[in-house]
């Protein structure tokens, strides 16, 4: 069974830092393209980065980029999101997810979420 699990996340002031973790298991991690979104009650859930299964590409939502950085260690199953200069906007419920590549492409998991609460 896959699971993904998130956490990390909590109330900071904005400016100040969090660090995401997203904690894998049930699946070949090494195998999976990773990803962080977010989502604000009654809006979509929107993209915020993602790593290649190698960690060797990383892609970010324009509002963040030299803000928060990605990374994973495959010896571990763990991905992180590590976010600094927080802002307002930035709070949001954050999730991982897992997707395929090569022969498992297609295949997508999610973990419940943490939330980020950022106070002015």
């Known amino acids: 069974q896959v699971q993904l699990v998130e956490f990390g996340g909590g109330l900071v002031q904005a400016g100040g830092s969090l660090r995401l973790t997203c904690a894998a298991s049930g699946l070949t991690f090494s195998s999976y393209d990773m990803g962080w979104y977010r989502q604000v009650p009654g809006k979509a859930r929107e993209f915020v980065a993602a790593i290649s299964w190698s960690g060797g590409s990383t892609y970010y939502e324009d509002s963040v980029k030299g803000r928060i950085s990605i990374s994973r260690d495959n010896d571990k199953n763990t991905e992180y999101l590590e976010m600094n200069s927080l802002k307002h906007e930035d709070m949001a419920n954050y999730y991982c997810?897992?997707?395929?590549?090569?022969?498992?492409?297609?295949?997508?998991?999610w973990g419940k979420g943490t939330l980020v609460t950022v106070s002015s």
């Open positions: 997810k897992a997707e395929g590549t090569g022969a498992g492409f297609g295949m997508e998991y």
